[in-house]
């Protein structure tokens, strides 16, 4: 069965730092996608990476970095020099090839980023 | 209008009235679900249309109804709900097929009284 875990439940920190959102996932497949999204207080979730599983390679966006370790069945994010308006609660999500796309979702980590 | 739009954004409603939330995406995409966001669980996935066909049942109570009559609308059809069902309820639309991704609407924040 299909299992996100985030451990972390809340995280704050103080703007300019560095911070790393946790992500562990368990599935059967060989086959799955793993995503990100960001959840601002305005309720919509907003997309933010795909990986597949074939591609382990790190990505880079601006601030915004995921480093994906299949060894360790993890999928990460870092933010690096914060901005309040990184503040959100952040989603981690896998969904397994095959038929309608089902996303299962990891319970969320609040972030707050402090002026 | 852009991406996907849900309305109402906030509902009000007592135990025994009938409400609907309706949901539409303007991507041209093939799959909609719908998911409840309550304070005490992580994003629950309700159901699945694709290509206008119910795929999945998750569980759901029968006093949440939804309806799928094009591949651009779907609408959650709500009756005689419980306090408990007050959550924010999503909608996502996504091309479908293996690994797209899911593009959210902003959500109809519901309260049962």
């Known amino acids: 069965a299909q299992k996100v875990t985030q451990a972390q439940t809340e995280i704050s920190v103080v703007e300019k730092e560095d911070v790393t959102l946790d992500c562990v996932y368990e599935?059967?497949?060989?086959?799955?996608?793993l995503f990100w999204y960001k959840q601002p207080p305005s309720g919509e979730l907003v997309f933010l990476i795909r990986?597949?599983?074939?591609?382990?390679q790190n990505e880079i966006s601006g601030r915004y970095s995921w480093n994906f370790q299949k060894s360790t069945s993890s999928f990460n994010f870092t933010i690096t020099a914060s901005q309040v308006v990184d503040s959100a609660v952040y989603f981690c999500?896998?969904?397994?090839?095959?038929?309608?796309?089902?996303?299962?979702f990891g319970q969320g980590t609040r972030l707050t980023i402090n002026p | 209008e852009t991406g996907v739009t849900q309305t109402p954004r906030h509902l009000v409603m007592g135990m025994t009235n009938k409400k609907s939330l309706k949901c539409e995406q303007h991507l041209g995409h093939n799959a909609m679900y719908w998911y409840k966001q309550s304070a005490k669980k992580p994003l629950e996935l309700m159901f699945v249309?694709?290509?206008?066909?119910?795929?999945e049942n998750n569980s759901v109570p029968s006093r949440f109804s939804p309806e799928c009559p094009n591949s651009s609308h779907l609408f959650l059809h709500l009756h005689t709900l419980q306090p408990e069902d007050s959550a924010l309820y999503l909608c996502a639309s996504s091309q479908g097929g293996a690994g797209g991704e899911q593009f959210f609407g902003p959500g109809t924040r519901l309260t049962v009284l």
């Open positions: 990986r597949n599983s074939f591609d382990e």
């Open positions: 249309y694709s290509l206008e066909e119910r795929v």
């Open positions: 599935t059967r497949d060989t086959t799955y996608y």
């Open positions: 999500a896998l969904s397994e090839e095959g038929g309608a796309q089902k996303l299962v």
